[in-house]
């Protein structure tokens, strides 16, 4: 009754109460063999007890959920790091610096999690004309890679699809197509497999790898924006999924400041991150809707990211 009148559970909590219990019955156990009647007697009203009570277990405190959203500050830092052509990209090589970045993007505007985006294959950007448009429309194929056997995939780690609900199509702007199409083509080189991100080894982009990677892009943000990403989420990394739980804030401001309803919003979300209908994964970020500091740096068709654009090259 102690620990269950505790402010704060904890698992350490449990493992006290266990530990006890333990104790006492070994004690009792070990007591009662010297014959002794009153012991047997006590022996007996513990193993009774056990019997009614094993299921008991000392309740763990509720968590409180918090979005990791990033800041404005910290979206803007990335992608002026991430830049391909920026001076302080920590990475060398022009290979990696568009590898990562073309890793940053999908994560971010495409909301995907970070097996989904090392299964993509190269071809996963689809296209086709729209006449009511007039315009080419692109989409992405969120799925199993077709082109490689199960046990093909030579990374110790291999990605999966989380769900059956996570095999969706997804709209692309035209930016984000073309940033991946002159990566394809200038970038990504000539590997073996069908895999889009290509490691410098020649083997598919693990999920270690990518661990690391945005490891390495935590210590090069600037001191004052890691503060910041401290102050505001008590975290000292970026990490794939922040840039996923990012994507679907903005997604759903974007989807309320165009005027949909909440509830039709919410639906809009599941099919674009691959929730199920019973996930309450969408009523998470509702609370988050109305803190627009984040809308101004981000948009759909890449409209802030002039200079991104102006450094890409020709091809070659």
Known sequence: MSLRNQPVASGANEDRWRTGLGFVTSMVTWLSKSG??????????????????????????????????????????LYQILDPESDTNPFRRSHTRWQVFIAFVLMLHQGLRRGELLLLTADAIKSSHDRKLDRTRY????????????????????????TIHSI???????????????????????????????????????????????????????????????????????????????CAVLRLHQLLERGDAMAEALQKMRTFFGWSKRSDMPSRYARAVFENRLASVWSDEFDDRVAVLRSLPKGR
Not at 153 to 161: G, H, L, N, T
């Open 168 to 246: 969706r199509q997804i709209p692309v702007s035209d930016a984000t197509a073309r940033l991946v199409q002159v990566y394809c083509e200038n970038y990504r080189g000539r590997p073996s497999h069908s895999f889009m991100l290509n490691a410098q080894t020649g083997g598919p982009l693990s999920t270690e790898s990518l661990t690391k990677i945005f490891t390495l892009i935590s210590k090069a943000l600037p001191s004052e924006i890691r503060q910041e990403l401290y102050d505001r989420t008590g975290k000292r990394t970026v990490t794939c999924h922040d840039l996923r739980h990012t």
């Open 36 to 77: 002794d009647a009153n012991m047997l007697h006590i022996e007996a009203r513990i193993h009774r007890l056990s019997t009614l009570y094993r299921q008991l277990h000392i309740r763990q405190g509720g968590r409180t959920e918090t979005l990791r959203s990033l800041p404005a500050s910290v979206v803007e830092s």
């Open 139 to 162: 989409w992405l194929n969120v799925r199993q890679n077709g082109y490689e056997e199960a046990d093909g995939d030579s990374r110790y780690s291999k990605p999966s699809i989380k």
